[in-house]
Nanobody, 115 residues
Framework: VQLQASGGGLVQAGGSLRLSCGASGRGRIINTMGWYRQAPGKQRELVTTITKGGTTNYADSVKGRFAISMDNVQNTISLQMDGVQPEDTGVYYC??????????WGQGTQVTVSS
């Protein structure tokens, strides 16, 4: 499976941004997709995940502000980020679990929130 992410950029605090990620790869069954992020000097952390069945999971820090959605047919996910804050700044990585137990990462997209 290969993941291609897009949509990062510079946004002011309180603004909105939308990230997208598409998965490709024949013969691969996508189970779960999501986003992780890594701020400068910090470890990569979970932002949100979504299963094929639509079950979502969010980090406490983004609950109520971010929303993940999945197109099961296209194997794409989107992350709507509203009310962004400077602490949301970081490189956002798309992630996917496929065929039950394998996983892969996308190339990362930079999100910068100015105060």
């Amino acid at each position: 499976v290969q993941l291609q992410a897009s949509g990062g950029g510079l946004v002011q605090a309180g603004g909105s941004l939308r990230l997208s990620c598409g998965a490709s790869g024949r013969g691969r069954i996508i189970n779960t997709m999501g986003w992780y992020r890594q701020a400068p000097g910090k470890q990569r952390e979970l932002v949100t995940t979504i299963t094929k069945g639509g079950t979502t999971n969010y980090a406490d820090s983004v609950k109520g502000r971010f929303a993940i959605s999945m197109d099961n047919v296209q194997n794409t996910i989107s992350l709507q980020m509203d009310g962004v804050q400077p602490e949301d700044t970081g490189v956002y990585y798309c992630w996917a679990r496929f065929n039950g137990r394998s996983s892969t990462w996308g190339q990362g997209t930079q999100v910068t929130v100015s105060s």
